[in-house]
Nanobody
Framework: QVQLVESGGGLVQPGGSLRLSCAASGSIFSINHMGWYRQAPGKEREAVAGITVGGTTNYADSVKGRFTISRDIAKMTVYLQMNSLKPEDTAVYYC?????????WGQGTQVTVSS
Protein backbone atom coordinates (compact mmCIF):
# COMPACT_ATOMS: atom_id res chain seq x y z
CA GLN A 1 0.00 0.00 0.00
CA VAL A 2 1.39 3.37 -1.07
CA GLN A 3 0.18 6.65 0.34
CA LEU A 4 0.87 10.19 -0.80
CA VAL A 5 0.01 13.02 1.56
CA GLU A 6 0.06 16.58 0.28
CA SER A 7 0.24 19.69 2.42
CA GLY A 8 0.91 23.39 2.11
CA GLY A 9 -2.07 24.62 0.17
CA GLY A 10 -4.12 27.64 1.19
CA LEU A 11 -5.27 31.11 0.30
CA VAL A 12 -2.70 33.61 -0.95
CA GLN A 13 -2.84 37.01 -2.59
CA PRO A 14 -1.67 37.51 -6.17
CA GLY A 15 2.09 37.80 -6.26
CA GLY A 16 2.46 35.68 -3.15
CA SER A 17 4.17 32.34 -2.58
CA LEU A 18 3.29 28.89 -1.31
CA ARG A 19 5.28 25.71 -0.87
CA LEU A 20 3.56 22.39 -1.38
CA SER A 21 4.90 19.14 0.03
CA CYS A 22 4.06 15.56 -0.85
CA ALA A 23 5.30 12.77 1.38
CA ALA A 24 5.22 9.21 0.11
CA SER A 25 5.05 6.16 2.34
CA GLY A 26 4.41 2.45 2.03
CA SER A 27 5.79 -0.35 -0.10
CA ILE A 28 7.78 1.64 -2.61
CA PHE A 29 10.68 -0.30 -4.10
CA SER A 30 11.40 1.86 -7.10
CA ILE A 31 10.38 5.30 -8.32
CA ASN A 32 10.54 6.51 -11.89
CA HIS A 33 9.50 10.05 -11.22
CA MET A 34 7.20 12.26 -9.19
CA GLY A 35 5.19 15.24 -10.24
CA TRP A 36 2.56 17.81 -9.53
CA TYR A 37 -0.70 18.22 -11.42
CA ARG A 38 -3.56 20.61 -10.94
CA GLN A 39 -7.23 20.77 -11.76
CA ALA A 40 -9.23 23.96 -11.83
CA PRO A 41 -13.04 23.98 -11.68
CA GLY A 42 -14.50 22.95 -15.01
CA LYS A 43 -11.12 22.09 -16.47
CA GLU A 44 -9.16 18.92 -17.06
CA ARG A 45 -6.28 17.92 -14.84
CA GLU A 46 -3.00 19.20 -16.22
CA ALA A 47 0.64 18.53 -15.54
CA VAL A 48 2.46 21.32 -13.72
CA ALA A 49 5.95 20.01 -12.98
CA GLY A 50 7.81 16.73 -12.79
CA ILE A 51 11.13 15.45 -11.49
CA THR A 52 12.93 12.17 -12.07
CA VAL A 53 14.90 10.27 -9.48
CA GLY A 54 18.00 11.59 -11.19
CA GLY A 55 16.81 15.15 -10.71
CA THR A 56 15.76 16.05 -14.24
CA THR A 57 12.88 18.51 -14.12
CA ASN A 58 10.21 19.69 -16.52
CA TYR A 59 7.56 22.37 -16.25
CA ALA A 60 4.41 23.50 -17.94
CA ASP A 61 4.99 26.66 -19.94
CA SER A 62 2.49 28.51 -17.76
CA VAL A 63 4.61 28.06 -14.62
CA LYS A 64 8.18 28.22 -15.96
CA GLY A 65 10.25 30.75 -14.07
CA ARG A 66 7.73 30.90 -11.21
CA PHE A 67 7.49 27.33 -9.88
CA THR A 68 10.32 25.07 -8.77
CA ILE A 69 10.02 21.35 -8.12
CA SER A 70 12.52 19.54 -5.89
CA ARG A 71 12.76 16.27 -4.03
CA ASP A 72 14.32 14.71 -0.97
CA ILE A 73 14.88 11.07 -1.82
CA ALA A 74 15.73 10.05 1.75
CA LYS A 75 12.42 11.52 2.96
CA MET A 76 10.55 10.35 -0.16
CA THR A 77 9.14 13.82 -0.40
CA VAL A 78 8.63 16.10 -3.35
CA TYR A 79 8.11 19.84 -3.08
CA LEU A 80 6.65 22.55 -5.26
CA GLN A 81 7.77 26.09 -4.54
CA MET A 82 5.29 28.46 -6.14
CA ASN A 83 6.21 32.12 -6.48
CA SER A 84 4.53 35.07 -8.18
CA LEU A 85 1.21 33.31 -7.93
CA LYS A 86 -1.61 34.41 -10.21
CA PRO A 87 -5.39 33.97 -9.90
CA GLU A 88 -5.23 31.49 -12.78
CA ASP A 89 -3.05 29.24 -10.61
CA THR A 90 -6.10 28.57 -8.45
CA ALA A 91 -6.78 24.82 -8.49
CA VAL A 92 -6.58 21.62 -6.54
CA TYR A 93 -2.98 20.45 -6.73
CA TYR A 94 -2.26 16.72 -6.83
CA CYS A 95 0.95 14.85 -6.30
CA UNK A 96 1.69 11.77 -8.42
CA UNK A 97 4.31 9.08 -7.96
CA UNK A 98 5.14 6.87 -10.92
CA UNK A 99 6.66 3.48 -10.17
CA UNK A 100 7.33 0.67 -12.63
CA UNK A 101 3.95 -0.54 -13.80
CA UNK A 102 1.67 1.95 -12.06
CA UNK A 103 1.07 5.40 -10.69
CA UNK A 104 -0.21 6.67 -7.37
CA TRP A 105 -2.10 9.87 -6.60
CA GLY A 106 -2.44 11.97 -3.51
CA GLN A 107 -5.74 13.35 -2.27
CA GLY A 108 -5.05 16.89 -3.44
CA THR A 109 -4.58 20.24 -1.73
CA GLN A 110 -6.46 23.42 -2.58
CA VAL A 111 -4.55 26.49 -3.70
CA THR A 112 -6.55 29.70 -4.03
CA VAL A 113 -4.99 32.90 -5.34
CA SER A 114 -7.24 35.85 -4.67
CA SER A 115 -7.18 39.34 -3.27
Amino acid sequence: QVQLVESGGGLVQPGGSLRLSCAASGSIFSINHMGWYRQAPGKEREAVAGITVGGTTNYADSVKGRFTISRDIAKMTVYLQMNSLKPEDTAVYYCKLVAPGRGYWGQGTQVTVSS
